[in-house]
């Protein structure tokens, strides 16, 4: 039993060889692209032109939230003087001002992170570009990102005709349709 074990295990390994020869190898490279985009003139650029519209947004906030906080202490202070429907009056104004304060904060959140998206757009476009152009003069098969976050793609260039995007076959296989996103 063990020398069949050990016959069937030496043929596996002699046939690796043979099974490599039939298959050309994939030329993989990786690139990180926090340093290219960081090291582009225009980064520099865009990140004072961010941090400006930051702190101006951060300017109204602060100024919205000063005036929130002297209405409140004026409020706690002569809360006791005040009449029932005066107290309501002035408990209803305090919190539409949070709200609206909220409101604002959140929305130069979201204003801000479209804002960097579309600067950066054509800075990402450049790169994608570039490693296109050098996956091809290398022939390369796959490019991956060295370093890779939660919304960052690992994969940045894979050549269509050596690689195959299996999704419609998992998605039946799985019995979902998924035929609306084929498009992408």
């Known amino acids: ?26 030329k993989i490279g990786y690139t990180d692209h926090e340093i290219l985009i960081s090291n582009m003139p225009e980064y520099q650029t865009i990140q004072q032109t961010l941090q400006s519209e930051f702190e ?37 104004e305090l919190q539409t001002l949070q709200q609206e304060l909220q409101q604002k904060a959140q929305d130069a959140e979201r204003d801000l992170a479209q804002r960097e998206a579309e600067l ?4 990402f476009e450049r790169v994608d570009a570039a490693i296109k152009k050098i996956s091809e003069e290398r022939a390369l098969d796959l490019v991956l990102r060295i370093q890779a976050g939660p919304t960052q793609p690992i994969i940045l260039y894979a050549n269509p005709d050596r690689t195959t995007d299996i999704t419609l076959d998992v998605a039946r296989e799985l019995g979902i349709d998924v035929s609306a996103a084929e498009g992408n």
């Open 1 to 26: 039993m063990l020398r069949r074990l050990a016959a069937l295990g030496l043929l596996a390994v002699l046939a690796l060889p043979a099974a490599a020869q039939q298959l050309p190898a994939l």
């Open 56 to 92: 101006s947004t951060q300017n109204v906030l602060q100024a919205m939230a000063d005036e929130f906080q002297n209405k409140l202490e004026r409020y706690q202070t002569q809360q006791g003087l005040l009449s029932e429907e005066r107290r309501a009056e002035r408990e209803a």
């Open 120 to 123: 950066l757009g054509p800075i």
